[in-house]
């Protein structure tokens, strides 16, 4: 089972790799003006990995600068056998800078990970403006407390250095044309639910000042799932127990996709 570690991304344009195939599932935002966001991602070994193959589960600002021709992205998630793909990956470049107090660093392996129908292993980013230094700024937010990890640095981002035109909460998958398709999540289906498919809860939007965070009803985001006969993504209101969770839900597949 590979194991699934911390990653943090810069692009400023994005095409996928020649001979690779591409499905995502998730929720976005629809077009605004967004000052920073949050998700809780819960963490899973992936099974069945291709190694010319890469999952990942992200939290994404995006701004199209202006005609969308070239948009520019800040994503944190975690991630699978990370196959080569466009834009500084951790610290490969030097956009991103490491806080030098932060426990936590770009790369990292997580540990302990979920297991189907039993525990449930989670980790909170948020990214945010820094209210000193007006940066972009990456926090993990699962110890009562923000603890920064690090910042991107001023004059590399166009449009996104003052603000985003969109929120993703996505999971992406990409593997070889004419493969079987990786596993996504858990590697199940969302409508298996609590304990058994992967989720995004906690999600938040956050203002000008970096604070003020607004829980988004998934109800009230675009669903985003180009492949759904095997990629699937549900709000977890759907479920028996779960009705109150209007700011989480489910989603995943397994292998085997046909393009």
Known sequence: MALKSVFVLLFLSYTIAAGLVAHRAGYVTYDGEYYGAQARISAWGVPDMDPNSNYEVSLSLVNFNGNGSRISVLRVGLHDNAAKKTGCYN????????????????????SPLSQYGETDEFITFSIRKDTATQLWTL??????????FGWW????????????DSVQWMSFVQYPNNAAGSPMGSGHFSS???????????LKLFDQTGNGAESPNIYNLAKDVDKPDCYTALPASVFDGEYD???????????????
């Not at 470049?93 to 932060?102: I, R």
């Not at 969770?245 to 393009?259: D, I, L, S, V």
């Open 153 to 164: 640095k001023k004059g590399i981002l166009a449009g996104l250095e003052d603000k985003a």
């Open 245 to 259: 969770e209007r700011h989480k839900f489910y989603y995943g597949g397994p292998a085997g996709c046909k393009n």
């Open 91 to 110: 610290t490969d470049c030097p956009g991103f800078v490491v806080a030098n107090s932060s426990a936590f660093y770009p790369g990292q392996a997580i």
């Open 192 to 202: 298996e639910g609590k304990h058994k498919a992967a989720y995004m809860s906690d």
């Open 139 to 148: 926090y993990r937010e699962d110890y009562g407390t923000s603890i920064k």
